[in-house]
């Protein structure tokens, strides 16, 4: 298994930036495939962006444009640039790892990861 601690939250108004950083520690092998989650109050969890080590990624439709995963595989770094930030983007933010190849795909969101952080919030509000 491997540990995952979210940083870089915070509180910003609407067109602000935001850099999230998922710091991976322990078996980062299982760290193949690594993506970004979102949480808000009363609504399902669902997918930001995702990444694989090989430099293939996959997007949300309403992050697209918006947001940047990329991942420092030497530091076991995954890192989400959030620009443009808009209200229905405050939520609970989650960083996940699995060890399966296959993650970037069309059907991306629906794929069930193993290792999940404790989440790093992001408000964005006048």
């Known amino acids: 298994q491997v540990r995952l601690v979210e940083s870089g939250g915070g509180s910003v108004q609407p067109g602000g930036s935001l850099r999230l950083s998922c710091a991976a520690s322990?078996?980062?092998?299982?760290?193949?495939?690594m993506a970004w989650y979102r949480q808000a109050p009363g609504k399902e969890r669902e997918g930001v962006a995702v990444?694989?080590?090989?430099?293939?990624?996959n997007y949300a439709d309403s992050v697209k444009g918006r947001f940047t995963i990329s991942r420092d595989n030497a530091k076991n770094t995954l890192y989400l640039q959030m620009v443009s930030l808009k209200p229905e983007d405050t939520a609970m933010y989650y960083c996940?790892?699995?060890?399966?190849?296959?993650?970037?795909?069309?059907?991306?969101?629906?794929?069930?990861?193993?290792?999940w952080g404790q989440g790093t919030q992001v408000t964005v509000s006048s």
């Open positions: 990444s694989d080590r090989i430099g293939n990624t």
């Open positions: 322990g078996y980062t092998h299982y760290t193949y495939c």
């Open positions: 996940a790892a699995d060890s399966r190849r296959d993650c970037t795909g069309s059907s991306w969101t629906t794929l069930g990861y193993f290792n």
